[in-house]
């Protein structure tokens, strides 16, 4: 009998020393909820990665030592407890929609034109910066040590070329044909340059009609003077800073005017410029 106690005390004492291995780090799958089909669906929006184990007993335990007396009473252990911490790092995002990418202007005798051309709309949960033209200006780069601090270190970004670039609109061939369907007029009268000017303001709400401007958009407008010059603009950024109301979807709006300067001296034909628009958080 003493055999059996001293038999069952040992695996109890090698029980209790063990603990499993749990760990299985790694990724776990995440399902996004459509609302619409009122469903669980894969996404590729969010993702959730896992590392490290703990394991943990309760028991109650003594001091007895073997061949010594008088009993005592058995105590137990302090509860199970496990600390997990718990991170989640929300992303910028950006949502980003313009109204034209492609603007024709038809123009029949020299003079002084300006129409709103295009809305860029925003929602985000960041501060966004609207960066126009070329130049170069820092955006945010990688996550740098993700699973302890979380942040984001910055990188320098460059946009350059002419098909980037705020610019007068250049003249680049005659639309008169001869019989043969050749350019009648490919030279002009250099240098057969368009001088053309930008401005903009921002509205919060709903998106103003894009075709027609009201009487109340066109006392937002800076005089003919304050008009920003086409070739200035580059490298020039508009913030928007981080806000309830730019969270809303549709709710902020910028609102941008171009005017085009035609004057007598400038030969027919087909003038064209090209620019980009570039939209990141704002570091």
Same mark, same amino acid.
């Given at each position: 009998?003493?055999?059996?106690?001293?038999?069952?005390?040992?695996?109890?004492?090698?029980?209790?020393?063990?603990?499993?291995?749990?760990? $299985?780090?790694?990724?776990?799958?995440?399902?996004?909820?459509? @609302?619409?089909?009122?469903?669980?669906?894969?996404?590729?929006?969010?993702?959730?990665?896992?590392?490290?184990? #703990?394991? /943990?007993?309760?028991?109650?335990?003594?001091?007895?030592?073997?061949?010594?007396?008088?009993?005592?009473?058995?105590?137990?252990?302090?509860?199970?407890?496990? *600390?997990?911490?718990? !991170?989640?790092?929300?992303?910028?995002?950006?949502?980003?929609?313009?109204?034209?990418?492609?603007?024709? @202007? *038809?123009?029949?005798?020299?003079? !002084?034109?300006? &129409?709103?051309?295009?809305?860029?709309?925003?929602? &985000?949960?960041?501060?966004?910066?609207?960066?126009?033209?070329?130049?170069? @200006?820092?955006?945010?780069?990688?996550?740098?040590?993700?699973?302890?601090?979380?942040?984001? $270190?910055?990188?320098?970004?460059?946009?350059? /070329?002419?098909?980037?670039?705020?610019?007068?609109?250049?003249?680049?061939?005659?639309?008169?044909? *001869?019989?043969?369907?050749? #350019?009648?007029?490919?030279?002009?009268?250099?240098? !057969?340059?368009?001088?053309?000017?930008?401005?903009?303001?921002?509205?919060?709400? $709903?998106?103003? !009609?894009?075709?027609?401007?009201?009487?109340?958009?066109?006392?937002?407008?800076?005089?003919?003077?304050? @008009?920003?010059?086409?070739?200035?603009?580059?490298?020039?950024?508009?913030?928007?800073? %981080? +806000? %309830?109301?730019?969270?809303?979807?549709?709710?902020?709006?910028?609102?941008?005017?171009? *005017?085009?300067?035609?004057?007598?001296?400038? +030969?027919?034909?087909?003038?064209?410029?090209?620019?980009?628009?570039?939209?990141?958080? $704002?570091?």
């Amino acid at each position: 009998m003493r055999k059996l106690m001293v038999v069952l005390t040992m695996v109890a004492f090698l029980i209790g020393l063990t603990v499993p291995v749990l760990a $299985d780090k790694g990724y776990h799958q995440v399902k996004e909820y459509d @609302w619409q089909a009122g469903e669980w669906i894969k996404t590729d929006k969010a993702s959730l990665y896992s590392q490290g184990s #703990d394991s /943990g007993q309760y028991r109650f335990e003594n001091e007895a030592t073997a061949c010594d007396g008088p009993y005592i009473e058995p105590y137990p252990q302090p509860p199970v407890q496990f *600390d997990i911490k718990n !991170d989640l790092h929300l992303f910028p995002w950006i949502e980003a929609d313009i109204t034209e990418i492609h603007l024709t @202007w *038809d123009i029949f005798k020299p003079g !002084d034109y300006m &129409a709103k051309v295009f809305i860029v709309q925003l929602q &985000a949960n960041c501060p966004v910066q609207v960066h126009l033209g070329t130049g170069k @200006w820092l955006i945010p780069g990688e996550l740098v040590d993700g699973k302890k601090n979380g942040h984001i $270190d910055l990188v320098e970004f460059t946009k350059e /070329g002419n098909d980037n670039e705020f610019q007068d609109k250049l003249r680049y061939m005659g639309l008169l044909r *001869d019989t043969e369907g050749l #350019d009648k007029n490919p030279k002009g009268t250099p240098p !057969d340059e368009i001088e053309v000017r930008w401005t903009w303001y921002e509205v919060w709400g $709903d998106k103003p !009609d894009l075709h027609l401007i009201s009487d109340e958009e066109l006392a937002k407008l800076p005089p003919k003077d304050e @008009w920003e010059r086409a070739p200035k603009l580059n490298c020039r950024s508009i913030i928007v800073d %981080d +806000s %309830d109301e730019l969270h809303k979807p549709e709710n902020y709006h910028l609102v941008f005017y171009e *005017d085009v300067e035609i004057e007598p001296c400038d +030969s027919e034909g087909k003038y064209q410029d090209l620019f980009a628009i570039t939209i990141t958080p $704002d570091p």
